[in-house]
């Protein structure tokens, strides 16, 4: 079983800086795969940055060049370091694991076993 726990959230203005963590517990094998997504007022989830067990990134086009996901394994956690923000980025943040993911399903829902319980970002303007 794996357990994430999401932190770092909080309200930012436009182009401003705010860098989210997720930490895990259980298998280090059952998260080799992990992943940001966010769920934005009356919108679906949508992908927001992966990373695979050799640590290569996968980023949405909304957000490639401003956020940088990485990965500590030694203190079982995962970052988002999210820059420039703008008030299209508020949203629920949501960390999320999996054993393995093929490619094509890195940034949708459907690749993931495990969530976390969400972070909330809110950017004014």
């Known amino acids: 079983q794996v357990q994430l726990v999401e932190s770092g959230g909080g309200s930012v203005q436009a182009g401003g800086s705010l860098r989210l963590s997720c930490g895990a517990s259980?298998?280090?094998?059952?998260?080799?795969?992990m992943a940001w997504f966010r769920q934005a007022p009356g919108k679906e989830r949508e992908g927001v940055a992966s990373?695979?067990?050799?640590?290569?990134?996968l980023y949405a086009d909304s957000v490639r060049g401003r956020f940088v996901i990485s990965r500590d394994a030694a203190k079982n956690s995962l970052y988002l370091q999210m820059n420039s923000l703008a008030p299209e980025d508020t949203a629920i943040y949501y960390c999320?694991?999996?054993?393995?993911?093929?490619?094509?399903?890195?940034?949708?829902?459907?690749?993931?076993?495990?969530w976390g319980q969400g972070t909330q970002v809110t950017v004014s303007s």
């Open positions: 990373i695979d067990k050799s640590e290569a990134p």
């Open positions: 259980g298998y280090p094998e059952s998260r080799a795969f």
């Open positions: 999320a694991a999996a054993r393995f993911v093929w490619y094509e399903n890195r940034l949708l829902e459907r690749g993931y076993d495990y």
